[in-house]
């Protein structure tokens, strides 16, 4: 009897106790998590407020919150930056790598993971080598290049560069070398060729490497900040980064317009995690399994 | 017979693909990696300045020489080693921690992982400039002194003083890229068994136990991997300083990288900066290769 009764009781202390840590659990998660994003909550809020008011009531939690929230800030971002031109740049030059990235990379990745062929295990240590080399190590030259081609200030400077990545060969010789050879040699029976079947049984079975390897890119690229600066020196060439980073150091400095303009340069890039995920996660993470 | 032609004819016609596959992407490697990676080498031995270009002189190893007494690229060297020293430890750690606090399943978890990969979502140039303002020492207008005051403490001039300036842009950096390496250890995470876990609780083992004799060595590789493109991207560090202190206050936060842009950009000192860019590449390359040496070895 009297040990059942002690066994009631430490069963029921040790419930309290694991409700106690799943308190504890979230309670730390949450703070953690508002700490985590305050600056960029901060960011929103100042964005929606006059400028006299985003500094105001700097001492209390209401900082946090637009009391009257206006879009005047982003109006003014519209009126002094032309967004519709840098948009225009930023996606052009995206898109234009990105669609020469994908084909140009993945043939290699696929003809490195299932062709036979004399210089392939060179070729796969050559781009692995190539992985560690810093890109900031060639600035100089790449520049000089880029002049003598008549480059400079155009958007070939931003895509030609930097179609083909060793990152993505990777990620693509990863993701074919796990196509069965079964199913490529029931194509070559068939009569299809090796570049065929490629693209007409390999290439639709493989969408999601496709999809890692665009937003993994798409994000780096939306990012670049260092090379288009050293090569679009021209205001209308200007891409997104260096719009909101001109405008950061152009005066009138108004802090609430600033905090606009860089929510909207963080839209396209939430619209696309909203949207790819997926892909956006999984692509960060097998990219740590692999290594 | 017939066969046997038939099947050479499928390797000859396999060959001729694989050539065609690779040769553009080999290609632009070489013309925009390799061939560039040689001209700087090249050029670091000439005297090569962007005004005279046709007055460009072999000078040997005069470049590195004047590199050796150059007191503004040792401190520069010095900078971009303090930054990566303190920055991969701590955002690797607070990233592993985020991780570990994410890793199960539970109620809101999808809500979490998303707020602690939020300043992901921006751009480093968003950042920088967001917390440039964040940071000002008027704790009237610098959301983070003003957070200091109203807990007691005497405001800091973050990026206006020489002795805090790096630490403010490490703190800064270490925010912003921890939610990247956490979906990393993430995945790590998860590939761990939850029969080990199982196993050593009914041992008895505690949880700190657990982490040390099971999550960590599971997780070898993944921290591994972690470091190095942590450390990698560390040496690199450019932007922050640019947009926030413009290499200031006194050079403090001035990097290798940095250095090649004044030099060779600002300056046009071009064989001189690749002199720099060189060295650079050096000790990205052979840290590295010590990383990976290292760790294999273990």
């Known amino acids: 009897m009297k040990s059942e009764k002690g066994g009631k009781d430490m069963k029921s202390s040790l419930q309290g106790s694991k409700r106690l840590g799943k308190f504890l659990f979230y309670a730390g998660n949450i703070v953690i998590g508002l700490i985590f994003v305050s600056p960029l909550i901060w960011m929103i809020s100042a964005s929606l407020k006059p400028e006299a008011k985003i500094f105001a009531n700097m001492n209390s939690i209401a900082t946090f919150f637009p009391v009257d929230p206006s879009l005047d800030n982003y109006f003014e971002v519209f009126r002094r930056i032309n967004m519709a031109n840098v948009f225009k740049n930023t996606l052009l030059y995206i898109g234009l790598i990105l669609l020469f990235d994908l084909i140009v990379n993945s043939i290699c990745g696929y003809a490195l993971a299932k062709f036979s062929f004399k210089g392939r295990r060179l070729m796969l240590s050559f781009v692995a080598a190539l992985m560690v080399l810093p890109m900031e190590a060639l600035l100089l030259p790449l520049y000089i290049e880029m002049a003598q081609l008549g480059w400079v200030n155009t958007t070939r400077a931003l895509v030609i560069p930097f179609i083909a990545k060793c990152f993505s060969i990777y990620m693509f010789y990863n993701f074919f070398s796990g196509v069965p050879n079964e199913l490529l040699e029931a194509a070559s029976i068939d009569g299809a060729n090796p570049i065929s079947t490629f693209f007409k049984i390999v290439m639709p079975i493989s969408k999601t490497v496709y999809a890692t390897v665009f937003i993994l890119d798409f994000v780096a690229h939306w990012n670049d900040f260092m090379w288009p600066f050293l090569v679009m020196t021209g205001a209308e060439t200007r891409t997104i980064q260096l719009a909101v980073q001109s405008f950061f150091s152009t005066s009138p400095v108004h802090y609430s317009a600033i905090m606009a303009a860089l929510v909207v340069s963080a839209i396209p890039m939430i619209v696309m995690f909203v949207f790819m995920q997926k892909y956006y996660v999984e692509g960060i993470a097998s990219s740590g399994i692999k290594g | ?298």
Request: glycine share 6%.
């Open chain 2, 1 to 298: 017979m017939s066969n046997e032609r038939r099947l050479s004819g499928r390797q000859k016609s396999e060959r001729l693909a694989a050539y065609a596959f690779t040769s553009p992407a080999i290609i632009l490697l070489i013309a925009f990696l390799v061939v560039p990676m040689c001209y700087t080498l090249y050029y670091s031995l000439f005297k090569y300045h962007i005004i005279r270009p046709d007055d460009m002189r072999f000078a040997g190893l005069d470049n590195y020489a004047k590199l050796f007494h150059d007191g503004n690229f040792w401190k520069a060297l010095k900078n971009t080693a303090y930054f990566t020293v303190i920055v991969v430890p701590v955002q690797c750690a607070l990233a592993l921690g985020l991780a570990l606090l994410v890793s199960k399943r539970f109620k809101g978890v999808a809500a979490f992982r998303t707020m602690y990969f939020g300043p992901q979502l921006t751009s480093m140039v968003v950042i920088s400039v967001l917390w440039a303002v964040l940071y000002n020492s008027n704790p009237n207008t610098g959301l983070i002194n003003s957070v200091l005051t109203g807990l007691g403490m005497e405001p800091v001039n973050f990026l206006t003083n020489e002795k805090t300036a790096m630490n403010s842009i490490i703190f800064m950096s270490a925010w912003q890229g921890a939610g990247y390496q956490m979906m990393i250890f993430l995945a790590g995470l998860q590939g761990i068994p939850s029969s080990l876990y199982e196993a050593s609780s009914i041992d008895g083992a505690s949880k700190l136990k657990q982490f040390l004799y099971i999550t960590l060595p599971s997780l070898k590789g993944t921290v591994k991997y972690v470091i190095m493109i942590t450390m990698i991207q560390a040496m690199k560090l450019f932007t922050q300083p640019y947009v926030m202190t413009q290499g200031g206050p006194k050079n403090a936060t001035k990097t290798m990288v940095y250095y090649i842009y004044t030099q060779g950009f600002q300056k046009g000192n071009f064989g001189y900066a690749c002199a720099i860019a060189a060295v650079f590449f050096v000790i990205v390359v052979a840290m590295s290769l010590i990383l990976q040496k290292f760790t294999n070895e273990e």
